[in-house]
């Protein structure tokens, strides 16, 4: 079992739904989560980080995390054509200088 | 600023041909990564500085070299290129905060013939 799991998609929805995007990981070490996205060709770009558990928002993101289920969420708020990319969850054990464990990306399409 | 910064952008080898990638950044940030993306993989963490004058392997460490010129400066080194080492090379870097956010450069694309 790969530490970090993440449906590839495609996710399809209309413009203005509400998106849900999703890990689960198996290992309860981590404590430092993020939310990245990338569009084609070019690199990732941090969007939420969290710390433990809880929620975090930001404008139309909201980053929740759930470490008894060990599952993370990144909900998208009346999305847009221009949040078509791909969404990459990654997670640490330690603050620092530690490298990051990556799902595998789920790539999200936003219909106009 | 410009962030994250890697040359060059694309590069093709052929088998056993070596080369460097080059990183830098303009962030003061303490620690570097170099981590490869493969379609259906995900990033992988190759090897990584935690600071000026210290390297350690990641995740998929064999066939590669780094050297930590400076504080701002990280290369990758290929000593002799394989086709299992066509990817997409990324370089981040870490203020090494209590959240560990890294932020990426743009990315090199490697194939090897």
């Known amino acids: 079992q790969k530490e970090v799991e993440q449906d590839p998609g495609p996710l399809s929805v209309p413009e203005g739904a509400i998106v849900s995007l999703n890990c689960t990981y198996s290992?309860?070490?981590?404590?430092?989560f993020m939310w990245y996205r990338q569009y084609s060709r070019k690199g990732p770009e941090l969007l939420m980080y969290?710390?433990?558990?809880g929620n975090k928002e930001d404008g139309r993101f909201t980053a929740q995390v759930d470490k008894s289920s060990k599952y993370i969420s990144l909900f998208i708020r009346d999305s847009q054509p221009s949040d078509s990319a791909t969404y990459l969850c990654?997670?640490?054990?330690?603050?620092?200088?530690?490298?990051?464990?990556f799902g595998k990306g789920t790539h999200l399409i936003i219909q106009p | 600023n410009a962030g994250v910064t890697q040359t060059p952008k694309f590069q093709v080898l052929k088998t056993g041909q070596s080369m460097t990638l080059q990183c830098a950044q303009d962030?003061?940030?303490?620690?570097m990564y170099w981590y490869r993306q493969d379609p259906g993989m995900g990033l992988r963490l190759i090897y990584y500085?935690?600071?000026?004058?210290?390297?350690d392997k990641g995740e998929v460490p064999n066939g590669y070299n780094v050297s930590r010129l400076n504080k701002r400066e990280f290369s990758l080194r290929l000593e002799s290129a394989a086709p299992s080492q066509t990817s997409v090379y990324f370089c981040?870097?870490?203020?090494?905060?209590?959240?560990?956010?890294?932020?990426f450069g743009p990315g090199t694309r490697l194939t090897v013939l």
């Open positions: 969290t710390y433990s558990s």
């Open positions: 962030m003061n940030h303490n620690s």
């Open positions: 981040a870097s870490n203020r090494v905060s209590s959240y560990n956010e890294q932020f």
């Open positions: 990654a997670m640490s054990s330690g603050g620092g200088a530690d490298g990051l464990t």
């Open positions: 290992n309860s070490a981590f404590q430092y």
């Open positions: 500085s935690a600071s000026e004058g210290t390297t």
